[in-house]
């Protein structure tokens, strides 16, 4: 087995891993606690800086039965809470001190209060992002938040917040993120070294692993892959996959889409990786502050963010032009509130700059890709003809 | 002699059932028919059901009561009630052929179809001692089945030879079967047809024993309706009972250790948890749309060409389940295509639909309030063995043991729980004399 | 058993209230002075019914206009089912709020009102984004589509269950330096806080016979259905009238017709007659079906239910628990209000205000009506209901349709699961008698 191998075996085992044993295990090692989060942002920095270990959790894709999670809610809400309900219930979120619910749509926010119903000795905290990017409305609000976050975690057995050490952790995580957007740009330049599929389990990787030891699986990563001699570049039609920044699609429907003729070379997977662009100020005085206003200036243009300056979509259109996507494919959790109502606005703008698009929706537990096979491999072949 | 009963019917989307119970609360007969678009007539159809079950097994208790042997009884029985059958079909082919006849007269149809008519009936009417033989096999017991499908067999042969165009006979069948299924008079009355099917048995005995039978009066007291359709039941308001209320009831008559009941139906699937008195405490149903009900099963024995009651007996033979992930059953068909494109087996995703089936409903039982013990499991998905070892294996795994009590006579739970709040209701106007509704 | 068990008699006569004929006055004129706003130079502004700033608004002559109420009244008119179909066949998805989607179609089909006059143009959508993440892409819509400039207002939600006062100076700050300064640009005028001072302390003295109407329904029989004639007397304070001498005069009449009703031993007004026998006493959770509204209300009070409590009716302002605007601490109380919102609350304190209900007015179970555009009000219902039934011991029932689209709302399924509700109850009484 390669390094490379066995680099994505490792990952693959953490994605598959719905008991996160490696939570445990960190837990074990370093003694200090873990607390969970729902997409799509936290500042991890702040929690790894009290000695905390922050936790992605992203639902149960397609390998977790679901048998009480359905009970909570009507047919006709996201797959997400479902799975997500269902791991803590079945005990597989035990390792977790805590939960974050960062303000995303109704569904995950109402998750937060069934969460301190269903587990009322852990912790439980909704995290009202704020709406107003001005530093002293929304970003005064939004310091006061974290205060009172870091004063609870400590309550609760974390190391006090300290300037010094969040500093650090801001480094630590300013270098993490460079090597994800490192890979965004292979990706861009060379699709065919870097499957999304693979970039896909990495970023999944990141939801568990401390951020030291996942920096390193994306360096070696990087270097594995540009060693590779196999890897060449195929006839495929390069595409921005938009819409899926919450709950995740099955690892089968992205092998499908690439099986289908298409490179993903941009898309919203795991977007905490991605949220800030660029470094946070990592030697600021007020390093909280600093944080504070990546947040409000540094924030990447979402569904689920207020976008009032900027004409609505253009931030995806830039996206394409940046990534050379010759189209898009809207591809967004079925009653994905923030997605779907977005799209309107986001296919508008598209189609104004004359790109090409399509759409479909899918379930983080969608069994059957044949119709996404179908839909994906007419729109490669369409783009592919219209660029001749 | 005459003996008072009280029936309670459940009128279901696709069959009717009525039970009758005597004074003692004791069952006395089961009726079925298929629904129809006369309510009322299928009403009265599954109630003459019952009464007839309840007079065989008068007749049953007479003969022993006469000293007859068990199993001499059960002979002349089925001897009986096969004949019996018979001159209710004859009767039933008789009503058929006069409607076949006016509607092709109303519609100008000419000699050639009243010949072709005629060849059908004659050989329907010759096939009836065969069909009712002793140990002969019968498709259905309904009447629209039974004939519609030798009529359809015989219109096409005919439509072979040349003889007469196949599409406008079945559509003269189609209106002739309606009006024949929605007259209550076509079925014939117990009587002239006991008394032809005794003398055919030809046994003293049994005579005896129909001829006192025949003497009893059975008295209606009170008749409570249940049902998806029993908004529409030809009962007052005061003695219609949701059908919820009465699939508790019924379940406790039948098991009363019952504290939890699943009901999956055709067209909707049940949770229901239920006190000690068989009083409902809690309910969840199905929403507006029929995935994992039993309709489902309908769809994928379309789409693999078997029988509804072939599925359960092939997904037995798996050994490795798949997991299906949609109980959707817009999508059943295209995920079964998919599956079986993939080279997966048969049979192992037939396992997997009935898991997901039963997923379901393993919610619904949750969002009722979970499986206490006992858990009685009712309505047609009940007789379904695969769907029943899922059960088992996720009740276990998420409860722990339970008892779990499957009846034969489930698709009767509903009704029987009718037939109960009528004696309830008899009790309590006898003891509180108020004005009933006629 | 007791003779209780004949079905609640619901006489035929129709029976229109004073109050009601004010109130439906007080729309026509509102919608009159809204089409003629454009000719008169008046300015509009849209905004939402949660955490709407009415007072402040009026404070500078400017006109609400609230796109749910207009959604809401597309349904009732039987206009909902095209403009939703418009609008899904423009892009928007079939699993989204239909709310939106009417609001899109109406505009799209030349934004006429519920009055047949067509409504003005926003000069600035107002969106105070609370309790409903959807309001957010509501805004942005109709900004793209009018062109119309947007001041956003976000109102904290209440995730610990507590008000703090970095959420309270968040939103006052927020008031201050976007809400008010926009305020100012459209209208040209300077923010006057006396003005906003007397609109206060009027909403407050309507509120106050609001809260009484409301807690009317504790009586047996109860003089009020405090869901489907909820729906009506909250109108006034939910909407344009807040803050209003109209709506002071409303809420005094409608509080005297009550006590009249109580005087009189009278149950509650419905479409259809008055609800003579009081059968079942019921608290509701969710929002109504509207485009069935009538043949929905029947469904209850041809059984004699009646609704005593409902958090429907605390979507607009949660004013039960003591909360009145207070005229001394003008911004910090608008801020209070809107984070007092029912759909601001989290579940644990929805929960709790369930379980209130359910004992301070002596019901026997309670109801919810999940609607599928909502998952505010409708993720976490089911929690909800296991909670509150094992809190109270009543029975809980589970029904589900939409607000304003009619293909989901089934006549035959809620009906079914009505009558098995109401017998369950009947039959738990007759159990335990």
Known sequence: MTGLEQLLGRAEELYRDLRFTAVSEWKKRNGGLAIGFMPVYVPRELLHAMGVLPVGVMGAGDDLEIIRGDAYYQSYICHLPRSTIELGLNGALDSLDGMLFPATCDVIRNLSGMWKMQFPEKYSHYLDVPQDFDANVGGQFYRRELEEIAEELHRRGARKLEPAALRKSIAAYNENRALVEGLYSLRIEEPWRVPTHELYLLLRAGNVLPVEEHTVMLRDYRAAVLADEDRRSMDQARVLLAGSFCEQPPLGLLRTLERAGCYIVDDDFVQVHRWITGDVRADGADPLADLVLAYLKQGIASPIRYIDEQVKGQALVERVERSGAEGVIFCAPSFCDPALLDQPMAVAAIERAGIPWTSFKYAENTGQFQVIREQAGTFADSIKLWSE | MKIDYCVGIDLGSTTTKAVVLDGERRILGRGITNSRSNYDVACKVALGEALINARFSLIDGRMEHDGVDAERRRELLTRFELAFREQQYRSQLAALRTSLHQHAERLAMGAATNAALERILGTMEQETGELYRVGASRKSDFFRDLAGSRYVELAEAIARDGGHAFDPLVGLFDKAILETENSTEAVGTFESHARKAMVQAGDPALQRAVTKVLSIELVQRLGVGTGYGRQRLPFPEKLIRSEILCHGLGAHAMFPGTRTVLDIGGQDTKAIQVDANGIVTSFQMNDRCAAGCGRYLGYIADEMNLGLHELGPMAGKSCRTVRINSTCTVFAGAELRERLSLGEKREDILAGLHRAIILRAMSLLARSGGIEDEFTFTGGVARNTEAVKALRLLVKENYGERKLNISPDSIYTGALGASLFAWREVSRQEAEPVEVPA | ?433
């Open chain 3, 1 to 433: 058993m007791s003779k209780q068990a004949t079905p609640g008699n619901v006489a035929t006569a129709a029976l229109k209230d004073q109050s009601q004929e004010r109130q439906k006055a007080m729309i026509a004129e509102h919608f009159r002075k809204l089409a003629e706003a454009p000719e008169r130079g008046e300015k509009c502004v849209y905004t939402f019914v949660p955490g709407n700033l009415t007072e402040l608004i009026d404070s500078f002559g400017l006109l609400p206009v609230l796109p749910e109420i207009n959604a809401l009244q597309s349904g009732m008119r039987g206009k909902s089912r095209d403009y939703i179909g418009l609008a899904e066949k423009l892009g928007h998805s079939e699993d989204v709020c239909t709310y939106v989607k009417c609001d899109i179609g109406m505009l799209k089909s030349g934004n006429v009102g519920p009055t047949g006059e067509r409504l003005p143009n926003p000069d600035l959508l107002l969106l105070s984004y609370t309790g409903c993440f959807t309001f957010l892409k509501w805004f942005e819509l109709l900004g793209q589509e009018y062109n119309a400039p947007v001041a956003m207002l976000h109102v904290p939600y209440q995730g610990d269950g507590v008000v703090t006062d970095s959420m309270r100076t968040y939103v006052v700050d927020q008031l201050k330096k976007k809400v008010i300064p926009a305020l100012e640009r459209i209208s040209g005028r300077a923010y006057d806080e006396e003005a906003l001072k007397e609109r206060l302390a009027r909403s407050a003295k309507a509120e106050e016979d609001l809260v009484w109407v409301l807690e009317s329904a504790k009586r047996r029989p109860s003089p009020i259905d405090a869901y489907f004639g909820g729906v009506y007397y909250i109108g006034p304070i939910f909407t344009a009238f807040r803050g209003t001498q109209d709506a002071v005069l409303y809420y005094r009449e409608l509080r005297a017709e009550i006590e009249g009703r109580i005087a009189l031993g009278k149950g509650p007004v419905t479409p259809d007659g008055e609800i003579e026998n009081e059968r079942y006493r019921l608290v509701v959770e969710g929002p109504p079906n509207w485009t069935s509204f009538r043949k929905f209300w029947q469904m209850f009070a041809e059984e004699g239910a009646v609704v005593v409590a409902s958090t429907y009716t605390k979507v607009g302002g949660v004013y039960d628990n003591g909360f009145r605007h207070d005229p001394n601490r003008p911004l910090e109380t608008l801020a209070d209000y809107c984070m007092g919102c029912y759909t601001n609350l989290n579940l644990p304190t929805r929960v709790q205000m369930l379980e209130r209900y359910v004992r301070e007015y002596s019901a026997d179970g309670f109801l919810i009506n999940s609607v599928k555009s909502c998952n505010s009000f409708s993720a976490g219902q089911l929690m909800i209901l296991r909670e509150v039934e094992r809190r109270t011991g009543r029975p809980g029932g589970f029904i589900e349709s939409d607000l304003v689209d009619p293909r989901y709302f089934s006549a035959s399924n809620i009906k079914n699961r009505l009558e098995s509700y109401f017998q369950m109850i009947e039959q738990k009484r007759a159990g335990g008698a």
